[in-house]
């Protein structure tokens, strides 16, 4: 299994020498090891919004790809770092919450705190783990040593608090969770489950947030006219409000943490008559 491959995610932003250094650490070990980046512009300290994207992004990655992520407000703390090797991957961040996040609650197949300090940059600066820790703790193992070289295993990662969805039987409640860069507002709220709820309701779902009620589920952008609103199952299989070629978080004034309802078209109308 091959593990010449490494990607990084943090909230460095790309104007620091930050993330030229953690890969430069990484480099250092293995010239060969490629370098991908998922992402460098999650907002400072933002742990579930980092998982959020590493969630969706590293399953698509060959398996024994090394995933860092490096959103660490607790840098040079006593929080440990871990590693985790789930679905033929390893996934390595500060245990702050993040892999457990990311991993959607599923449990590793293996799970270690970081503690062997022979793979690790010497000296250790106490505010820069990500390059002196987890970048070349990564290209280790990229050239072949193996997790149980790293530490001891553990099984009481940090878990974030949940944000799923309220799911009952005839509407679904839950929240936006992300909100990309096109302005879609990205839920909680499986695509799954609202087919599930359409089924038992015999009609079309219903989606409201911010005042607004979206009358059905589209399957593509260009379905409504520029600058209309639309509520789609997205690439993560998430439910999405978004607005053809337009903002949907600008147009209705939502963000994170903003509620969203999904009910049945039989449902609603039958709440509009009462």
Same mark, same amino acid.
């Given at each position: 299994m091959s593990r010449g491959c490494i990607t990084l995610l943090t909230d460095f932003g790309t104007v620091d020498p930050y993330v030229a250094a953690m890969k430069g650490a990484a480099l250092s070990i293995n010239p060969d090891v490629r370098l991908v980046d998922i992402s460098h512009e999650i907002a400072p300290q933002d742990i579930a919004d980092a998982a959020f994207v590493l969630s969706g992004a590293f399953r698509n990655f060959p398996p024994g790809t090394v995933h860092v992520a490096v959103v660490d407000p607790g840098v040079g703390s006593e929080r440990r770092i871990l590693a985790a090797e789930a679905e033929g991957q390893v996934l390595m961040a500060p245990d702050? *919450? $993040?892999?457990?996040?990311?991993?959607?609650?599923?449990? &590793?197949? !293996? %799970?270690?705190?970081?503690?062997?300090?022979?793979?690790?940059?010497?000296?250790?600066?106490?505010?820069?783990?990500?390059?002196?820790?987890?970048?070349?703790?990564?290209?280790?193992?990229?050239?072949?040593? *193996? $997790?149980?070289?790293?530490?001891?295993?553990?099984?009481? &990662?940090? !878990? %974030?608090?949940?944000?799923?969805?309220?799911?009952?039987?005839?509407?679904?409640?839950?929240?936006?969770?992300?909100v990309d860069r096109f302005g879609n507002l990205v839920t909680n709220i499986p695509g799954s489950a609202v087919r599930e709820l359409a089924a038992k309701g015999g009609g079309e779902p219903h989606v409201e947030l911010a005042g607004t009620v979206i009358h059905r589920i589209h399957r593509a952008y260009a379905e409504v006219g520029v600058g209309q609103l639309l509520a789609v199952i997205g690439s993560t299989g998430r439910l999405e409000v978004s607005a053809n070629r337009r903002s949907a978080a600008d147009l209705l004034g939502a963000g994170r943490r903003t509620t969203v309802r999904v009910s049945c078209a039989s449902a609603w109308l039958h709440e509009q008559e009462d």
């Open positions: 702050n *919450g $993040l892999l457990p996040a990311a991993l959607g609650g599923a449990e &590793p197949d !293996r %799970l270690v705190v970081v503690t062997n300090a022979s793979f690790f940059r010497h000296p250790v600066s106490m505010t820069f783990h990500g390059r002196d820790i987890l970048a070349p703790v990564a290209a280790h193992l990229t050239l072949g040593v *193996g $997790l149980s070289e790293l530490g001891h295993p553990v099984s009481d &990662p940090v !878990r %974030l608090e949940s944000i799923a969805p309220e799911i009952g039987e005839a509407e679904i409640e839950g929240s936006v969770i992300h």
